[in-house]
């Protein structure tokens, strides 16, 4: 057999990307690197196939500041740019998808609403902790019977004279029964949706968890179930009223995956290339075939392309600039590339491909996930197509 090959070391960039990069951008990297390539890339296959999230990872990634670490030092996090931000999760990524995945929600979905629409009271509650990982956080967004369309959300928010009674059930929620507090998302009576921030703990609220999964096998994926749960008036988010506040979130999020994908498919070129080169069939390496060289050259063609398109998203929300339509073409771009190098490097793989001791199939089936979750690949189509034209196409009426 051909051993499995993982050359997190040694980075990809065929375009000479590095040199861009500053001293902070590259340490934060490789640092984050190196800790994948110890602690996560050596177990998460066994991981994966036994439908756990490597909880003791959280600690460890909390130690050095990894969740939210676009986030301002004066709240406990790292305070880095948000290109170092992009470079860890495509390290993080790299590894597994779950793992990009719990920093996603940890990070963008939860610390980035606290600081941006929380009390000073919430931040000061929530954010040192969660930046430490000695708190996770989950977002509870999608339901049942709305996922793409968010606007049509049936949890409902009724006020009362110190809080409010949430009342509702959220779907496929990351994170979900491993969560210190849900940002669950409802509407009121008003119509409008707020922000809530749930503790788990009051009565009235279960979260049940999600085994048959066949993809993102080591994260924690939950349904969670609001009966008459009560939360104080200093539970909810004082600036975070409206739809456009979770899908700013969104944006937060959307970015991270847009550099996570690009991990993915650099651990499946890698693992593509080394296998080809060892391989043998009909008396030389498969990868002295023209077949299998230009494979390689459309994944490599490709990952460089997304790269490119990371770096200049992360230069352009630096700079101020970023729009949310460029994240959704970058997450649109990038995920689905990274499907297809997956998809590509199980094949290079022949049949050991199909095992978890290779990564390719695992990646494969997590990338799977990352289309459809953040606004599926036709979301972010119908999103850039109302951008350019200007017409609606998402099926509601025409003005
Ligand atoms: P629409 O009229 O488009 O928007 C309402 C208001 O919000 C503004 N807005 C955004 N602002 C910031 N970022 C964005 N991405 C924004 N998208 C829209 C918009 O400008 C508007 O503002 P205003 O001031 O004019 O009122 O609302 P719509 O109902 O037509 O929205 C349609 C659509 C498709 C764009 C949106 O609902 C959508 O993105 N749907 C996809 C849902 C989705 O992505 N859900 C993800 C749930 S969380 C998750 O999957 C976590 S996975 C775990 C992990 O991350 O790892
Ligand atoms: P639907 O909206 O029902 O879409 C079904 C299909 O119809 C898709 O192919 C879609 O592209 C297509 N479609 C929909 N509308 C249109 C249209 N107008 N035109 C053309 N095609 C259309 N959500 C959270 O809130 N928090 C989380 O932490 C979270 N974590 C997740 C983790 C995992 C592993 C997964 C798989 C999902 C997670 N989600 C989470 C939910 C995720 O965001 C939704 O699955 C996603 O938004 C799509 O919603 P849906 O599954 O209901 O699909």
Redesign the pocket.
Known sequence: MVASMTNGTARLDYFGLDPLLTDEDRLTRDTVGRVVDREVIPRIGRAWLAGEFPRELVSKLGALRLFGANLPQEYGCAGMSNIAYGLIMQELERGD?GV???A??QG??VMYPIHAYGSEAQRQKWLPAMAAGERIGC?G??EPNA?????AMQTRARRTSDGWILDGTKM?I?NGSIADVALVWAKGDDGQIRGFLVDPKTPGFSAHDIHTKASMRASVTSELVLENVRVHEEDVLPGGT???K??????Q??Y??AWGAVGAAIACYEEALGYARERMAFGRPIAATQIIQERLVNMLTEITTAQLLAYQLGRLKDAGTMR?TH??MAKRNNVRMALRVARDARTILGAYGITLEYHAMRHAANLE??DT????YD?HT??LG?DITGF?A?G?PQA
């Open positions: 998808s990009r995945s719990f996603s929600v963008a979905l977002f967004l999608t996922g793409s369309d968010p606007a496929w990351t409206g739809l456009g979770p899908l700013s979130c969104l944006t999020a959307r991270g995956i949310y994240v959704s996930s990352v979750y953040e606004g599926t979301v119908l999103i109302r609606d998402f509601a």
